[in-house]
Each structure stands twice: as C-alpha cells, then as structure tokens.
C-alpha cells in the first residue's frame, strides 16, 4: 500500500513537472542599437522625418506589454545610434555582445533591433560569425515610435515571437519585418518609405500571425553552426578593408585609384547588368590586381538575379571573383571576413559559392 502510495505521488509530480515545463516560457534579450525603431518625430503626422535612436531599449520593450505573453523579455543598450552610422568596430563589438549572450544556458533567443538603413549588413555578418542554433533575430521599422500607425511595436512583438520559438532553433539569423520572416543572408531593403521595406529575391522563410510563427522554407547555405568563420577568432576592432565602387555610364578610373590609395584589400565592383565593368575600366583593375595584390570582385547593381563567373569578363583569366546573388553591401562583409583567413582568390571565389 506504501508502495503503491510512493509511486501514486511521483506520478503526480512528474505530471506537475511536465506541465510547468510545457507551459515555461523562453528567455528572450532584446539588444538595442538604436534606428528608427527608437526614433521619435516632432508631431505623430512625422513618419519620415525625425531623430533616430532616442528611444532607449526599456521605452521600447514598455510599450509593447503583451511581450510578457511570448517570453521571459529583458533588454540591453550595446549601442544607441543611427545605422548608417555603423563601422566595423561597432559590428565586431555587436557580435561579440551576442556571442556572449547566446553562449548562456538562461538565454533561449536574441532579438536586435537596428536601424533599417544597414540592417542587412549587420545581420549577414552574424549570420556568418556567430555559432549557435539559438534563434537570433533582427528588427526594424520603417516609422518612428511617435508616429502614427508606427510599425514598430507589432514588428517587436513579432521578433520576439520568433526569437521565443524553439521551431526557430538551428535557421540561421532572421530579418523580422512587416510580419515576414526572412533569411538574413538574402535579404536587403528595397523601398525607403513604406512598410513593406525589406525583401528577398528568394521568398521569406515563413510569416507571422498573431504571434505564432509559421515556416515554409529554410536556407540551404553555410551559416552560424556550419561556419568556417567565428567571431572568437577575429582579433581587434577593424576588418580588412573592403570598399565598393558604384557602376554606372562614363566611369573613370579615379574612384578605384583613391581605394587603392587608402590600402584596401579588396574591390566590389558594382556593375551594370550581370556584373559589367568597362572596356575602359578593365586595364585599371587589371593593374590593380595584378601590381598591387587588390582582389577584384563583381557585383550587381541590379536588385535580382546573380553574377555569373567568365560572363562579360573572363575573371579565370584576370584573376577575378564574381560575387554569384550577394549585392555589393553583403559581397563587401564576406570578402573582409574571408580576407581574415585566405589571400587566395580561389578560395574566396569558393565562399562565395558557399554563403
């Protein structure tokens, strides 16, 4: 009878056990970093104009109570700035906060929110540098917290519902906008005024409705866990230096001479079309190349498709990469992180194809 009684009670705990484990919620870290997410107009008619990262990250978590329903939310200021004006130093400084966070047994999801302007870069980046299979989710908005219908209380709340989602676990670092759940690798903004700002040539993961998050596709290349580059292994607060030069009609050589001048590592060439570059823009590469050790690397301006190699340019024999669907802003983040381990073109070119 004692036994049977012994037995009766532990069942009876284990039951209370699994319902407190199945009712538990995740702990969640919100990191600010400023953007128009914390901005703030001078009348609630001002959607775009207004000061950016005024808001700091306890404002921006009080004023969407119903995060309690989602998660265990607590919040960290690690920069309170306009995004556009993010270096290195502060990207390197970013992850390693995260990498901190995500490294903690009590922490289950990170969500970062960002100014929209280099929300792309920042998120790519840790896509890249980042090891962990927790979920790690940037946001935005596209309207300040003072205007009216402002996008983002509901864009938070949405974060946050994926960064609390075990189904979220092991994708890689998510861009949460507009009830869209993108890849960060393949998503860049595309619109400057409305809400609907962010978008992939390649379809979002999966959506958002009412705070349940539903998936439909995952993202096929290297990232976070299966990453060759760690931002452990990344020393001080600078990447290679790695600069962009805008293609367009009645170029001239000057803009790549003046890089070349301030010791860059490497070019993003963003062509016309598939990657294009001059007639007369190929001598000034190629001597750049060859004379002064700078990797020359075709991009696109073009918003969709992707760069073929040994299309318009013979790059096997000019030594060239060609930066397959990454836009020059994504394609200038791999070739720093990859300038961090190889000069080899070949292996960079192998990156490229790879993340």
Same mark, same amino acid.
């Given at each position: 009878?004692?036994?049977?009684?012994?037995?009766?009670?532990?069942?009876?705990?284990?039951?209370?056990? =699994?319902?407190?484990?199945?009712?538990?919620?995740?702990?969640?870290?919100?990191? =600010?970093?400023?953007?128009?997410?914390?901005?703030?107009?001078?009348?609630?008619?001002?959607?775009?104009?207004?000061?950016?990262?005024?808001?700091?990250?306890?404002?921006?978590?009080?004023?969407?109570?119903?995060?309690?329903?989602? =998660?265990?939310?607590?919040?960290?200021?690690? #920069?309170?700035?306009?995004?556009?004006?993010?270096?290195?130093?502060?990207?390197?400084?970013? +992850?390693?906060?995260?990498?901190?966070?995500?490294?903690?047994?009590?922490?289950?999801?990170?969500?970062?929110?960002?100014?929209?302007?280099?929300?792309?870069?920042?998120?790519?980046? #840790?896509?890249?540098?980042?090891?962990?299979?927790?979920?790690?989710? #940037?946001?935005?908005?596209?309207?300040?917290?003072? &205007?009216?219908?402002?996008?983002?209380? #509901?864009?938070?709340? /949405?974060?946050?519902?994926?960064?609390?989602?075990?189904?979220?676990?092991?994708?890689?670092?998510?861009?949460?906008?507009?009830? @869209?759940?993108? &890849?960060?690798?393949?998503?860049?903004?595309?619109?400057?005024?409305?809400?609907? &700002?962010?978008?992939?040539?390649?379809? =979002?993961?999966?959506?958002?409705?009412?705070?349940?998050?539903?998936?439909?596709?995952?993202?096929?290349?290297?990232?976070?866990?299966s990453s060759e580059f760690?931002?452990?292994?990344?020393?001080?607060?600078?990447?290679?230096?790695?600069?962009?030069?805008y293609g367009s009609s @009645?170029?001239?050589?000057?803009?790549?001479?003046?890089?070349?001048?301030?010791?860059?590592? +490497?070019?993003?060439?963003?062509?016309?079309?598939?990657?294009?570059?001059?007639?007369?823009?190929?001598?000034?590469?190629?001597?750049?190349?060859?004379?002064?050790?700078?990797?020359?690397?075709? /991009?696109?301006?073009?918003?969709?498709?992707?760069?073929?190699?040994?299309?318009?340019?013979?790059?096997?024999?000019?030594?060239?990469?060609? +930066?397959?669907?990454?836009?020059?802003?994504?394609?200038?983040?791999? +070739?720093?992180?990859?300038?961090?381990?190889?000069?080899?073109?070949?292996?960079?070119?192998?990156?490229?194809?790879?993340?």
């Open positions: 009878m004692i036994n049977k009684t012994v037995k009766t009670v532990g069942l009876v705990f284990t039951l209370l056990a =699994a319902s407190v484990s199945l009712y538990a919620k995740n702990n969640v870290v919100v990191v =600010a970093t400023g953007g128009t997410i914390a901005g703030a107009g001078a009348s609630s008619a001002n959607s775009a104009t207004y000061t950016a990262a005024k808001v700091p990250v306890d404002g921006l978590i009080n004023a969407v109570p119903q995060l309690k329903d989602l =998660a265990n939310v607590s919040g960290i200021q690690a #920069l309170q700035i306009a995004s556009e004006n993010i270096t290195d130093r502060e990207l390197l400084s970013l +992850a390693r906060q995260v990498n901190d966070l995500v490294k903690k047994p009590s922490v289950n999801g990170v969500v970062i929110t960002h100014g929209s302007d280099t929300l792309e870069e920042t998120a790519f980046f #840790l896509n890249l540098v980042i090891h962990t299979d927790k979920p790690i989710v #940037l946001v935005g908005s596209m309207r300040p917290s003072t &205007a009216l219908s402002a996008d983002g209380p #509901l864009n938070l709340y /949405s974060a946050v519902a994926v960064a609390s989602s075990d189904e979220a676990k092991n994708k890689g670092v998510f861009i949460v906008m507009n009830d @869209s759940i993108f &890849a960060a690798r393949d998503t860049t903004k595309g619109i400057n005024i409305h809400t609907n &700002a962010f978008v992939s040539q390649w379809g =979002a993961l999966g959506t958002i409705v009412e705070g349940k998050p539903y998936w439909f596709r995952n993202s096929v290349k290297r990232q976070t866990n760690n931002i452990e292994n990344i020393k001080g607060d600078q990447l290679p230096l790695v600069q962009i030069v @009645s170029m001239t050589p000057e803009a790549y001479l003046a890089y070349a001048k301030a010791g860059t590592k +490497a070019i993003i060439h963003a062509g016309t079309g598939n990657g294009s570059v001059p007639n007369y823009i190929v001598p000034t590469l190629k001597q750049l190349h060859d004379e002064q050790g700078i990797h020359i690397i075709r /991009s696109s301006r073009v918003a969709q498709g992707f760069v073929l190699r040994n299309a318009e340019q013979p790059d096997d024999k000019y030594g060239w990469i060609a +930066a397959h669907d990454l836009n020059p802003q994504k394609a200038r983040i791999l +070739a720093a992180l990859a300038l961090t381990k190889t000069n080899d073109a070949k292996e960079i070119q192998r990156m490229f194809w790879q993340y």
